[in-house]
């Protein structure tokens, strides 16, 4: 019987030469050869398993020859003596040969007989004797062709344990691999999230940096200590009224409490809004990666409202309301006037309100989009990707105090963009992009 290892080889060499894609992609192929090779393994045991019974078969046969040969063995030793005792009685009877002359004939023709059987006797012998010499011969050719299989299922066994202490290995290395990965990917979320809490932890005391440099580039009073009761995180004064800025941020990276306590907390605010010389709009500055988290921007209280602004907008809903200290009595103003004022104000806030919902999006997609390349990306690519990544710089413009912004100049740089985006066949329809924009909602409807 012929046992084809193949399958088994071509198993072997698969696993050994295996790549990360392989992995990926092929391991149905690499499935199917382990198929085939545990096949060729039961093969190869039946093979086994045949040659033992038909080595048991022919120990049998030659215990029953070496029977036979040992009965011959008996019956040639019982003629043997049979005939010592005819040439004992021969010898008395040549002795008395004399006496016993009338029984001579009958004792030579019994002495025929017997010699007529001895020689059947040794013929059964020499017959007996010439099986045991082929059956001798053909115990030696199979005892050798056992120990040949012997020999060969040896090396085949000390083969196969080599191919399945090498598959462990790799089977160890490719479950080492994949723990690592996950114990990476969770050390990355962890300081991930300490990150989050510490940029939180310090948004009060950024939040107070920023206001302050605003207001002093702006020649805006930033107020210490408030002559009424209460400590806000931050008050400016705009014409005579003190504008209270508070900052608000999460306490833990579980963000699902958050818009609860930020409504807790507007709720809250009536201990400012009471005192004489308090804005009625209180604004309550958040960090902008939990806008998203929430889904209403504007609390209208009884006697006060609450806005909640990022702090990116500190800066446009300061200078809207420094807008207003143009005007030394609000009473001069003429109906047209004030429209304007409130028309200007509206687009002001509406444009910061959605910009700041863009963003949100955004930068959720860009979030979702830097997880997603770190899970599907293969990890050599990944590797690679992060080293460019950390060989590129980013600069945006550096904003300079003593120089301000000329909206002619942002209008210029704006149609410089577009003409280079139509020249790269890049078709920018500012009507149906806002006509997009629109479609995302501000504010919630008011049966929700």
């Known amino acids: 019987m012929n046992i084809n290892i193949d399958n088994l080889k071509k198993l072997i060499e698969s696993i050994r030469n295996i790549n990360f894609f392989q992995r990926l992609f092929s391991w149905g192929k690499i499935r199917q050869q382990l198929i085939d090779g545990v096949t060729d393994l039961q093969k190869m045991e039946s093979l086994i398993e045949h040659l033992n019974n038909q080595n048991d078969s022919l120990m049998l046969e030659l215990n029953t020859s070496n029977a036979n040969l040992k009965a011959a063995n008996d019956i040639v030793s019982r003629y043997d003596g049979e005939r010592e005792r005819l040439n004992y009685i021969i010898q008395e009877k040549e002795n008395k040969l004399t006496q016993i002359e009338k029984d001579l004939s009958s004792v030579i023709t019994e002495n025929e007989n017997n010699k007529s059987n001895l020689a059947k006797s040794e013929n059964q012998l020499a017959l007996l004797t010439q099986k045991h010499q082929s059956n001798e011969v053909e115990f030696l050719k199979i005892r050798e062709e056992n120990n040949n299989l012997n020999a060969e299922e040896k090396t085949r066994r000390e083969k196969y344990e080599q191919d399945v202490v090498g598959l462990n290995a790799i089977r160890t290395q490719i479950q080492d691999d994949r723990n690592r990965e996950l114990n990476d990917r969770a050390i990355a979320e962890a300081e991930r999230r300490d990150k989050l809490k510490e940029t939180w932890s310090k948004h009060q005391i950024n939040v107070k940096g920023l206001i302050k440099n605003i207001c002093q580039k702006h020649t805006i009073e930033y107020v210490d200590a408030v002559p009424f009761k209460g400590e806000p995180d931050n008050t400016v004064k705009i014409c005579d009224e003190f504008v209270i800025f508070d900052a608000k941020s999460p306490a833990t990276d579980d963000l699902s409490n958050f818009p609860t306590y930020i409504k807790t907390q507007a709720e809250s605010a009536k201990k400012y809004a009471k005192h004489e010389g308090v804005k009625s709009d209180i604004f309550f500055v958040i960090p902008t990666n939990t806008l998203e988290r929430l889904t209403q921007f504007v609390f209208n209280l009884a006697d006060y409202n609450v806005f909640i602004i990022s702090v990116d907008a500190l800066e446009q809903i300061i200078l809207s309301l420094k807008k207003i200290e143009e005007y030394e009595f609000a009473e001069q103003l003429s109906p047209e ?41 293969p990890k050599d690519i990944f590797e690679k990707v992060v080293e460019f990544e950390r060989s590129e710089k980013l600069n945006p413009p550096i904003e300079k105090r003593a120089k301000a912004i000329s909206t002619k100049e942002l209008e210029k740089d704006l149609n410089k963009i577009n003409n280079e985006a139509f020249s790269k066949g890049i078709i920018i329809d500012d009507t149906k992009i806002s006509n997009g924009l629109n479609e995302l909602d501000l504010y919630k409807p008011e049966e929700d």
């Not at 004030?338 to 028309?343: E, F, H, M």
């Not at 444009?351 to 599907?376: P, V």
Request: with cysteine; hydrophobic share 40%; aromatic share 12%.
């Open 337 to 377: 006037e004030r429209d304007n004022i409130c028309r200007v104000l509206g687009k002001f806030a509406h444009l910061t309100k959605r910009r700041i919902q863009i963003d949100s999006f955004f930068a959720k997609q860009f979030i979702e989009l830097a997880y997603k390349s770190e899970s599907d990306l």
